[in-house]
Every structure is written in C-alpha cells, then in structure tokens.
C-alpha cells in the first residue's frame, strides 16, 4: 500500500555564502554553469530528514537509514518542497525547486540498528598541513580524520534555524540534528586538504545512536573511491561518525566531486 506523507516546504538558505568552498559564491558557481551560489547538500539533505523523523520520530534518529542524491542546486531564498511516498515500509523523497527536480532519495526505518564495531575504523589524524588537493590527497584506501567538532547550546540552536528545522523534538529531548554528521563528513575532506570548488553528490547513511547536543564528533573515513566520469575527479568516503571518541553515531558512505570540471557561463 502507497501512502503520501504531508509537504515540507522550506525557504532555502545557502548556510556557506563565506565558506571556503566558492561553489556557494555566486561569482564562482556561475563559472561553472550554475545560476548562482549553491545550497550546501548537507543542508538540502537535512532538509529531506524531516520527513523521516515526522514519521517515524525518535526511532528514525536511533536507527533509521537515509539516502540522498543531489540531481540540480537549491538557490539561496528559493522554496525547497519536499515530498514524499511511502510504499511497503520504504520512504521515497524527493526535492523540487524552482520546477525543477533537485535530489531524490529513500529513508526507511530497520527493525534494529547494525552492528558496527569502532576497531574496524582506523583512527587518523587529519593532515598537520594542509596542501592544494590532487589525487594523492584522497589516495584510494588512505584513512582520514577529522579536528574534533561540537555543536550545543547556541550552536545547536543556530544550526536548526539555518537548516529551517520546526520539529521540537531536538530542543525538547537534548538531541543533536543527523544533518550534523553530514557536515562531519564534508569536514574529512576540507580538513585534509586545500580545496578549491567542489559538489557533495549523494550519501547514504546508516543512523547507529542519537547524537546529543554538544557531542564531540569526529570522523573515522576510509577512501573507497577516487576516479573521472565525464570530465569530474570524485571521491567516495566510508566511514564511521563517532561521538566522544566513543560512541558510533553512524555509517556513512559520502560522494563528493573534489574536481569540477569548469565551463563556461551561459
């Protein structure tokens, strides 16, 4: 049986405008085609969580299981509907902005959370300094850290307003956002290298425990892909999302375009 669940509509906003990353630069991102300064993935994959955790609430954040893949940009100001369809336990979402479809993806709830154990992911401290990335910087099967991160009190605070979060479950039990996981995640490859602009294009991660506000989260990561397609270097990450140098949070397995290939602006 087929069920639609209730849109989500969100005003986008681009929460990397004075980022590192100049594909969020309007200047920049038209260099390469796009109308403008892109809508960080994380943040439109945040987006796509709140559907999950309407549905399946506290459960979803314990265990759920979430994929996402970014197919056009969300622009800064611009409506970001999400919808989504569910069918034999199976949660299909889609975003929509501007006419256009902008990311799909699947989010389902396991009857219990995999088994991870934290000695299967090497720890790695990120690099002491940082270098102009090439294909050496993500060498296929190198392990990558993270500096430690946190958000709590005001930060987490901030953090849902910029990623237009209304559900009150978060301030209300103390839990910190998956979307911060997935900035965790960008975070392997920033701290580990120089970047110049770069596109987040999928993730799928496994949710393992609730994270708290104010946890300490860092990234275990190994390199499971570095190649060309059409022009583009990529980088695939698996990896475990720890809190507090104990506790798995989640799997994740990250895809980001490190390379771009530049093109002319129409």
Known sequence: MTSRLEAYRVQAYNTAKLSENKMHDDTVAKRFGFNGGLVPGVDVMAYMMHLPVKKWGRAFLDRGLIEARFVKPVYDGETANVTGEESDGVLSIEVESRGQLCATGTASLPASAPSFSISDFAEAAPVPERRPVNEASYELGKWLGTVP???????????????????????????????????????????????????????????????????????????????EKKGHRFVELDALVVANGKTPLAHCQHIAIYQPREQAAA
């Open 149 to 227: 991160r946190a958000w709590g009190g005001e930060a987490a605070s901030e953090y849902l307003t910029d990623v237009r979060e209304r559900d009150p479950i978060y301030a209300r039990e103390g839990l910190g956002h998956p979307g911060l996981l997935q900035r965790v995640m960008n975070k392997v490859l920033v701290d580990n290298a120089i970047l110049g602009p770069w596109i987040h294009a999928g993730s799928r991660m496994q949710l393992l425990n609730a994270a708290r506000s104010g946890d300490e989260l860092t990234a275990r990561a190994r390199v499971a892909g570095n190649y």
